[in-house]
């Protein structure tokens, strides 16, 4: 949908984007109360990483965190809709296990994680180095639809955890979520660096503009977090993520006082810098040591959600920077300077 007739609606949000196949306008047209959700035949022939089937897949999880404005809340568990998300996840997760290098143990796959590639390939390297503010707010766009609902899907973790490994994790996530202070919910501090970048902070709003390899990404942490037979999945993911984000945020933090983004941009990144170097200490130690410690046959899953991470956001840096190489923009709809070139 265009930027401005989701203006007009007027409203919170976040509204139904534009459907990108088959599979996509199926699901849309469910939810607004018309038709079956999809074709099995469609959702068995749509490319699994293309943008019909991830944004098929993103639409039915969205319905589990602040939904769409435009569709009914009790859609959230239609058992018509809930088939056709098992049978995309059933596509994703196969493609998952088979594209994804497997490492025989967790500590193997850990260890990969701290090795910096020599060529610096990748997008936080890529900004530190080249960085313009346009590829910084592309950047933030695609970012936006998990750091607008950061931690959100890891939450859901908690219930299926048990002693060091739940106090760990409830730990980190009361960082996550500001320590009891709501201008200190890291998904507040995105925003705030969305604003200092001139973009809408809307929930969901680059929908239409974000890439089926930024959906995959986010995609992922719904399904580990959503099924519980993938618990270990997602304390690998979680793992990954808080590793991988304290050499990484220190380079975006720089980025952004280069291109003089903004305070709020700096401030999102100075956080993370010191915040995740703590969370990978908690994580590592108590979050992994006390899942493995209580259920020692979940290291393969753990190895699994590190791995699948870096397959993931390998795929997400090699659009951005294919594009941008390129002189090009990564999205879908390129931005113009304050606001979306979307007519
Ligand atoms: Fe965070
Ligand atoms: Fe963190």
């Known amino acids: 949908m265009a930027h401005d007739a989701r203006r007009a609606r007027g409203g919170e949000g976040p509204w139904l984007p534009s459907a990108r196949g088959a599979v996509s306008a199926a699901v849309e047209e469910y939810l607004r109360g018309a038709g079956p959700p999809a074709r099995s035949q469609d959702v068995a022939s749509a490319p699994v990483y293309g943008d019909d089937l991830q944004l098929a897949l993103y639409l039915c999880y969205e319905l589990h965190y602040r939904g769409f404005a435009d569709v009914p809340e009790s859609h959230e568990w239609d058992p018509d809709l809930l088939r056709v998300r098992g049978a995309l996840e059933h596509r994703f997760l196969t493609a998952l296990r088979a594209d994804t290098p497997a490492h ?63 106090a760990g994790m409830a730990a980190v996530e009361f960082d996550e979520y500001g320590g009891g202070r709501p201008d200190r919910v890291h998904a507040r501090l995105f925003a705030d660096l969305m604003t200092d970048l001139g973009l809408d902070t809307t929930y969901g709003y680059y929908l239409d503009e974000a890439t089926a390899e930024a959906l995959a990404t986010v995609n992922l942490m719904s399904l580990l977090g959503l099924h519980r037979a993938l618990r270990g999945a997602l304390v690998g993911h979680f793992a990954a993520v808080e590793i991988t984000s304290s050499p990484a945020s220190r380079r975006l933090a720089e980025t952004m006082r280069r291109t003089g983004a903004g305070p709020a941009a700096e401030h999102f ?44 956001e390998n795929r997400f840096a090699d659009r951005l920077l294919g594009a941008w190489r390129a002189g090009k923009s990564s999205l879908r709809t390129p931005l113009r300077s304050g606001i979306s070139l979307n007519p």
Do not use: C, M
């Open 269 to 312: 990144y100075d956080e993370h810098v010191e915040a995740d170097a703590v969370h990978e200490q908690v994580v590592r130690h108590e979050v992994i040591g006390g899942l493995l410690a209580e259920e020692p046959h979940l290291g393969p899953d753990v190895a699994f959600g590190i791995d699948v991470t870096g397959h993931l």
């Open 104 to 166: 025989d143990s967790v500590e193997d796959a850990l260890a990969d994680l701290l090795v910096e590639p020599v060529d610096g390939t990748g997008i936080s390297h890529y900004l530190s180095a080249n960085g313009e503010l346009w590829h910084v707010r592309e950047y933030a766009v695609q970012r936006s639809l998990y750091h607008l609902k950061e931690a959100d899907p890891h939450a859901w973790v908690l219930p299926r955890l048990w002693g060091r490994a739940k």
